[in-house]
């Protein structure tokens, strides 16, 4: 019986009438076995035995099956089948002797069945804690907002602990020397209130800021009963605005990975039940418990994976904060460069997006299957921000080539044609001269020369307003181009070779149809997404990120395999990249910023965007839903800080992509 001893457990001994007057049970007592004499099945369910012995009287009425299933968990002694005679052991005979080792023996069976249900129940028990809190280690490390991390926390400690109510403090860095307790959230079961995050200087005057300094666990049964000599205290602010009572509080610290803190769990009345309510002092009494130590080591784990979890959900900000500054940084840095286009790459990103957004609830039969995650419409958004960032790679010459002859080019040619009057003044003196030294020269003569000067000056100056005029970045009819033809021709003689007035260079140059840039430098300008593209390349992005540059290296391709830089066809060019080029189109030409052409109106661009869309270059459906959703509104009711002071020429490559006859009937 010793065994039954050591387990300091109390046992439970139902008997039948036959054993009420045997000594047996005043000697067990003593063994903390508990006899009760049991008459009908009700009785026994009253005392709920651990063995029941069974008589005539007890299986008289009810069959053997139905105690056993009435007590599944009980051990049963039945005198019939032990052959005991219930008034032999009435004295200390034999009989009564092997009775009480019978009774000992099924007492000890009831221990080794009990304690093997329990290692069972516990072992269940454990593993289903431990996959809870590895449930809740994946929810926490995988939740990348704040303020829902938070929430997430507070809720599975509440569900732990069986609380009331939870609380939750971060540690702010004021200054090096500085830190300051921040009240970041709370949720209680039992009363809905505003809540203000709330900031106090870090010190041990409260239970948070006590575990915060001295990072130890607090467990508190009552917070009105904290003794005096500690120098914490509980804030009774709350109870006495709302009539909410506080009772049983713990408070944990948060640590890092470095086991620095970095905040507190306050959990906040432990309740019998998750659905009772404490709304006063009764209440607070009459339902709230202590925390135990079992509670307590499971809320430790969960504060262990919560400190864990909130720095790397901070740092993970801080990443994203920087990295989104980065990016802002990068496009006002390439904008800066071209003031003239301000503002262009962030309306691009703002149109994406809200394409892209559309797209992914449209009922457009090929976009059915387009549903953009809210990473990928991210993705999107930095590749539309960065599209231009290769124009750094674009020589500034170019770039703020405003004119189709180079700078300087214009003014060397008017010293030509200077140097081409003079020579003809020269030579119109020279023949002057020589017809006076003849004598009986002809005053007609002398005139004629004269007027033949005036007429080659004049000719002259007609070059020069040619070519000033051929310089514009305009259409070149074709009586200028007959000008260019007849200036090429013209030589000024010299001594040692005839000189022209304009070179071949320029005379290409010149010849430009439209705009201001040769052939080579429009290719030039186009190589931006190759510079794009190899710079994003360069950038070790993240796996969410890692399509950024693909994306933005096909902004400027077609549908039908004309565009550049790679001439990709439609179901080679990524969806986003399709996206892209609708919007960076757009913006090309409704922007107000560009010096060089006036803004088109909503509807003109519209419309080339449909006749494009028409000439199989740009997505239909996409486009559609660009128009159907208003797409374009976006940026009309946003601020991208452009500015309208033209201090320094500068070509936009995004507006190389549209068609010749687009810009003609634009100018015309």
């Given amino acids: 019986m010793n065994s039954v001893a050591q387990t300091q457990r109390s046992i439970t001994i139902g008997y039948g009438p036959s054993f009420a007057k045997t000594e047996i049970w005043r000697d067990l007592r003593s063994k903390l076995i508990v006899p009760t004499e049991i008459v009908s099945l009700a009785t026994a369910q009253r005392y709920n035995p651990a063995l029941i012995l069974l008589d005539h009287y007890l299986l008289r009425d009810i069959d053997f099956d139905r105690w056993t299933e009435e007590f599944p968990e009980a051990v049963f002694l039945c005198t019939d089948s032990l052959d005991i005679d219930a008034d032999l052991v009435l004295t200390h005979?034999?009989?009564y002797r092997q009775t009480v080792k019978i009774l000992e023996m099924a007492c000890y069976q009831w221990v080794l069945k009990s304690e093997k249900t329990e290692r069972a129940r516990m072992r269940d028990s454990s593993f289903q804690y431990l996959?809870?809190?590895?449930?809740?280690?994946?929810?926490?490390?995988a939740e990348d907002d704040?303020?829902?991390?938070l929430r997430k926390i507070l809720e599975e400690g509440q569900n732990i602990a069986c609380c009331d109510a939870a609380s939750l403090f971060l540690i702010n860095e004021v200054?090096?020397?500085?830190r300051e307790l921040v009240f970041k959230l709370t949720q209680n079961d039992s009363m809905d209130f505003p809540f203000e995050e709330m900031r106090f200087p870090l010190d041990d005057s409260s239970i948070a800021g006590y575990v915060a300094l001295s990072d130890r666990e607090l467990n508190i049964p009552d917070t009105y009963a904290i003794s005096a000599s500690v120098p914490y205290r509980f804030n009774r602010a709350f109870d006495r605005q709302t009539g909410y009572r506080t009772k049983s509080v713990l408070a944990i610290p948060l640590t890092n990975k470095r086991q620095e803190v970095i905040g507190v769990l306050q959990f906040i009345n432990r309740k019998k039940a998750r659905s009772l309510k404490i709304t006063d002092e009764k209440s607070a009494q009459a339902y709230t418990l202590p925390f135990d130590s079992d509670i307590n080591v499971l809320l430790q784990a969960l504060a262990s994976q919560a400190g864990i979890a909130i720095e790397n959900t901070i740092l993970q900000n801080d990443i994203k904060s920087l990295f989104e500054g980065f990016v802002n940084a990068s496009?006002?840095?390439?904008e800066q460069r071209d003031p003239t286009t301000s503002g262009h790459s962030f309306r691009v990103a703002d149109l994406c997006v809200g394409l892209a957004e559309s797209a992914s609830v449209s009922s457009l039969p090929k976009l059915r299957n387009v549903q953009f995650t809210e990473a990928e419409i991210k993705e999107l958004k930095y590749a539309a921000l960065l599209h231009d960032f290769g124009k750094v790679g674009v020589r500034e010459s170019v770039l703020v080539k405003e004119k189709k002859l180079s700078a300087g080019s214009l003014e060397n040619i008017r010293y030509r044609i200077l140097l081409a009057k003079e020579r003809l003044k020269t030579e119109a003196l020279s023949k002057q001269i020589a017809l006076l030294r003849q004598g009986g020269c002809d005053e007609s003569h002398l005139t004629e020369i004269d007027r033949q000067l005036t007429?080659?000056?004049t000719m002259l100056e007609q070059f020069y307003s040619a070519i000033a005029e051929a310089n514009e970045p305009t259409m070149l009819n074709q009586d200028n181009q007959e000008m260019l033809e007849r200036i090429n021709t013209y030589r000024m003689q010299s001594q040692s070779d005839d000189i022209a007035i304009i070179t071949s260079k320029e005379l290409e140059l010149l010849s430009i149809s439209r705009g201001s840039l040769s052939p080579s430098e429009r290719l030039e300008i186009e190589s931006h997404v190759v510079h794009t593209q190899t710079f994003l390349e360069h950038i070790p992005w993240t796996k969410e990120f890692s399509n950024i540059p693909s994306i933005a290296a096909a902004h400027h391709e077609k549908l039908d395999g004309s565009g550049y830089p790679y001439g990709m066809t439609e179901h080679e060019i990524p969806v986003r990249s399709k996206i892209m080029t609708i919007c960076d189109i757009y913006d090309a030409l409704t922007a107000s910023d560009r010096p060089y052409k006036p803004a088109m109106s909503t509807e003109q661009a519209l419309d080339i965007l449909v006749e494009e869309s028409g000439r199989g270059l740009l997505d239909e459906e996409l486009l559609k839903v660009f128009i159907?959703?208003?797409?374009f509104q976006i940026i009309g009711t946003r601020d991208y800080q452009n500015t309208q002071e033209f201090s320094n020429f500068h070509h936009h490559p995004c507006d190389y992509d549209l068609h010749v006859e687009h810009d003609h009937r634009h100018e015309e």
């Fill in 93 to 95: 005979s034999l009989p």
């Fill in 175 to 178: 200054t090096e020397q500085s």
């Fill in 331 to 334: 496009v006002a840095a390439i």
């Fill in 146 to 149: 704040l303020m829902t991390l």
């Fill in 628 to 631: 159907d959703a208003k797409i």
């Fill in 131 to 141: 996959n809870k809190l590895a449930g809740i280690s994946i929810s926490l490390s």
């Fill in 455 to 457: 007429s080659d000056a």
